[in-house]
């Protein structure tokens, strides 16, 4: 079970990468991503941060560690340098924080991060017909959140990615240790939002091949 949107205290976090690392391993995850927030203000520091964590993190333990970030509150010209900017440093996942309701966003923040080197918009709220599209064709993952709060719209996010066939996934956003649900807890989210269990099975296939995918490059 793959979980690529968790937060450590290098941003709001609570937990050292190490302890979110753990406690996922606990809940029986096979690979997660730390990916903490970052803009302008703070990139460099916690693209190396995260890297050189993953690079410490011992290759035979029972859950492999992915480097990541998540592009926050961006205004939207910056998504694109940002996103480069991390994938040139060897940053696996790139997240970008989508248009949940439950924040101040910017209009137009799903479509910049789209245009974007990133692989997941995260909780991207009531997303239009077009940004749907734009997320199928270039690949990018929609997610479904067992954030609280952003959460609320994921009925409307699978209801688009069934329509226009755009990937889904599934993710804990965690930043405290209560927020570390089970795979199976997550997945009964999904079906709770609309999936079917097919259509679970299909997301954590294409899951899995993209992952092998990254490792292969």
Not at 75 to 95: S, T
Not at 133 to 143: N, P, T, V
Not at 151 to 156: E, I, K, L, Q
Request: glycine share 6%; net charge neutral.
């Amino acid at each position: 079970m793959y979980n690529l949107h968790c937060h450590s205290l290098l941003s709001d976090g609570s937990l050292l990468p190490s302890e979110v690392a753990v406690r996922y391993q606990d809940k029986g995850y096979k690979v997660i991503a730390i990916t903490d927030h970052a803009d302008y203000s703070n990139i460099d520091s916690a693209v190396k941060a995260v890297i050189e964590f993953v690079r410490h993190w011992p290759k035979d333990a029972k859950i492999k560690v992915l480097s990541g970030i998540e592009l926050t509150h961006l205004p939207p010209g910056q998504f694109k340098p940002l996103a480069a900017y991390a994938r040139k440093q060897g940053v696996e996942i790139i997240v970008a924080h989508g248009e949940t309701l439950v924040e101040p966003m910017q209009k137009g923040t799903n479509r910049a991060a789209l245009e974007a080197d990133i692989d997941i918009l995260a909780h991207p709220g009531l997303i239009t017909d077009e940004d749907t599209k734009l997320a199928k064709s270039r690949g990018i993952f929609l997610e479904i959140t067992s954030r609280k709060g952003h959460a609320d719209t994921n009925p409307h996010v699978v209801q688009q990615a069934l329509k226009f066939k755009a990937r889904l996934i599934l993710n804990n956003d965690s930043h405290e240790p209560e927020d570390i649900i089970s795979p199976e807890q997550l997945i009964y989210l999904g079906l709770k939002a609309g999936l079917k269990r097919n259509d679970i099975d299909r997301i954590y296939a294409e899951l899995g091949k993209f992952l092998k995918e990254k490792e292969a490059k």
